[in-house]
């Protein structure tokens, strides 16, 4: 069955930096767009940033935009999220997802069970 499972969450200093990874296994990693998607405490959720099949096209909401960065290994089914200069405001719960089609936007297929991000001093 199709599984993501997300590592790499932690707490951080505000200013730090984080690397989230999503392992994936069950379906065609290489054929499906990605993404990145949070929840914060007592909110919804918010979509973080994007990455279709290939990896040759990215796109990030625009309270992360310059200080978060989507990869991904086609070669090794993982994708990843760089999260850098981290703000108190990006703490939250960070769920992989897998959209239904090599590009994006669209629907999202499977999901992640998450990981917290919590940035405190």
């Known amino acids: 069955q199709v599984q993501l499972v997300e590592s790499g969450g932690g707490l951080v200093q505000p200013g730090g930096s984080l690397r989230l990874s999503c392992a994936t296994s069950g379906f065609t990693f290489s054929s499906y767009a990605m993404s990145w998607v949070r929840q914060a405490p007592g909110k919804g959720l918010e979509w973080v940033s994007s990455i279709n099949s290939g990896g040759d096209s990215t796109s990030d909401s625009d309270s992360v935009k310059g200080r978060f960065f989507i990869s991904r290994d086609n070669a090794n089914n993982t994708l990843y999220l760089q999260l850098n200069s981290l703000k108190p405001e990006d703490t939250a719960v960070y769920y992989c997802?897998?959209?239904?089609?090599?590009?994006?936007?669209?629907?999202?297929?499977?999901w992640g069970q998450g990981t917290q991000v919590t940035v405190s001093s």
């Open positions: 997802a897998a959209y239904v089609a090599s590009y994006y936007p669209g629907p999202i297929g499977s």
